[in-house]
């Protein structure tokens, strides 16, 4: 016979792959100690709701500590004395005693349901107890009969689960100071929602460790007769970026995000609130610009195959993000909507069709395919073809040849590179002295995380160009509309708002105005 953290343990594995069938009296006799472990009957199974409560030898604060017990921990009653309640801990085998204040009851059979979902809603609102919501939530899933695992209710038992998993995760990745008993109870709880079988994978990035739940309770609201709420919460959280682990290979990171997009696209968002309505919209172009850059590049490998498919991908990552409105986006999603504006920009060049060549008398670019993987931007003209091209630059990105664009006077010529899924860069072939040459302009000098940059229009003269930044690295955004010196590409004058630059106000592009994002 199972003890009965362990048959907490199994039922929630077995209800998470929807097989469960246990009726109230096969729960109760579940619950029941094994009679070689004790000679006394157990009296029922209680939860720990305080962290560090003391399992001492004696029902008195001065006996010996046994051992330290967690916010989750269940435990089996075997008796009462005073104030304490004698129990026995069959994950760490210790018997003893704890305070009767800092233990719950709870009952196994299907008439206890009720009660424990009531302290599951009111647990899943209360930051930190994400421990003991698993716990109660696993009581639950032990005292349901299959008929109600299988209802809405269950569908709300598991997104609760899949909650308190998810966030506990949250808690584990972004708390990079913390003291050590901080740190102690955090590692605790990680345990005690680990022997309720909640699986967790871990990994480095950006030089912190990165924890994140399986999403295997998210994954089966999907698949219950769960509210659109329920299900937007769920593919949120499975969706999230910060847990792509950033060594996965190509091939298997594109598979990802295809999946990413496909549950996405089954969430029906009529109905949601405004909140979590843009925030599905927004994880929606997300995923859907990534994907956009992804295409590009296969379509390099693979002869041209999938450019229809970057460009429908993209123009799908426009259309969701123009669906968020930004009025309803409560402050923490601030800088999530930012985040992702930059990156459907990133992309947003293959939503269009690549020009068609300009005048043979003037400069223009072409891309040709350098070594493998990688494209070459050449300059050409009537006089310099591929083969003895004016300038040439090699890069692993994409050349988005649509965004190319010269200036009146012919001594310039500006064109958007992608270089990475949410980084785009924006190269500039100059004639100087010496001939043309092409420099590369960044969205901003840190390490690459999520920005773009991008041409704004021409100033008459062949000296400056407009450009506007936004870029988020090392921790700080900034978004900025420059004039820059052509000769340099150095900055001469800045804003936060194009209005406040007279040559932002006289000669921006008209097209860049339409299509650009940061000014929205």
Not at 301 to 306: C, E, L, Y
Not at 492 to 498: E, H, M, R, Y
Request: charged share 20%; glycine share 8%.
């Amino acid at each position: 016979m199972r003890t009965p953290t362990k048959t907490l343990k199994a039922l929630v594995s077995i209800a998470v792959v929807g097989a469960i069938c246990i009726s109230g009296m096969a729960a109760a006799t579940a619950l029941a100690a094994p009679a070689a472990t004790t000679a006394a009957a157990a009296v029922g199974t209680a939860i720990v709701i305080q962290d560090q409560a003391p399992l001492r030898a004696a029902p008195r604060d001065s006996a010996q500590q046994q051992a330290t017990l967690w916010q989750g921990d269940a435990v089996e009653i075997r008796g009462e004395r005073m104030d304490y309640l004698q129990v026995w801990d069959y994950r760490r085998e210790r018997g003893g005693y704890v305070r009767a204040s800092q233990l719950r009851r709870i009952g196994g059979a299907p008439e206890d349901a009720d009660a424990l979902m009531g302290v599951v809603r009111y647990l899943r609102e209360t930051a930190g107890s994400e421990a003991l919501g698993i716990a109660y939530a696993a009581a639950w899933l032990q005292a349901a009969p299959a008929s109600m695992i299988k209802s809405p209710s269950g569908a709300e038992a598991f997104d609760a689960l899949g909650n308190f998993a998810d966030r506990l995760a949250r808690r584990a990745s972004g708390n990079a100071q913390m003291s050590k008993a901080a740190e102690a109870t955090l590692a605790a709880h990680l345990e005690v929602a680990a022997r309720y079988g909640i699986k967790f994978s871990s990994f480095e990035r950006d030089g912190r460790m990165q924890i994140c739940y399986d999403g295997d309770a998210l994954r089966r609201v999907l698949s219950m007769p769960a509210s659109p709420e329920q299900q937007a919460r769920a593919v949120i959280a499975l969706t999230r970026p910060a847990c792509i682990n950033p060594d996965l290979k190509a091939s298997e990171a594109l598979a990802l995000d295809e999946w990413r997009a496909d549950v996405l696209s089954r969430v029906e968002i009529i109905g949601l609130s405004a909140y979590l309505k843009n925030r599905v919209q927004m994880r929606r172009a997300s995923v859907w610009s990534g994907l956009a850059f992804q295409y590009a590049r296969r379509d390099i490998n693979d002869g041209g195959a999938d450019s229809r498919a970057a460009m429908a991908a993209a123009q799908r990552a426009i259309a969701e993000f123009a669906g968020v409105v930004k009025a309803d986006l409560p402050d923490d999603d601030q800088s999530l909507y930012n985040d992702v504006a930059m990156r459907v920009s990133a992309s947003r060049w293959a939503a269009e069709s690549a020009k068609p060549a300009s005048a043979a008398n003037q400069p223009a670019v072409q891309a040709v395919a350098g070594e493998p993987g990688q494209t070459c931007l050449l300059l050409v003209d009537a006089k310099h073809d591929a083969k003895n091209p004016l300038a040439r630059r090699c890069t692993y990105g994409i050349v988005w040849l649509a965004s190319a664009t010269r200036n009146r006077e012919g001594n310039a010529l500006a064109v958007a590179v992608q270089t990475m899924s949410g980084w785009r860069e924006l190269w500039v072939a100059k004639r100087g002295g010496d001939g043309w040459t092409f420099d590369v302009l960044p969205p901003a000098a840190v390490n690459p995380d999520v920005g773009y940059v991008e041409f704004a229009g021409w100033v008459p003269g062949g000296k400056q160009i407009l450009v506007a930044r936004e870029s988020r690295g090392d921790g700080k955004y900034k978004r900025s509309f420059e004039v820059l010196s052509l000769d340099s590409l150095t900055t001469q004058k800045q804003a936060s708002d194009p209005a406040l630059l007279a040559a932002f106000r006289s000669w921006q592009d008209p097209s860049w105005k339409r299509q650009s994002l940061s000014l929205r």
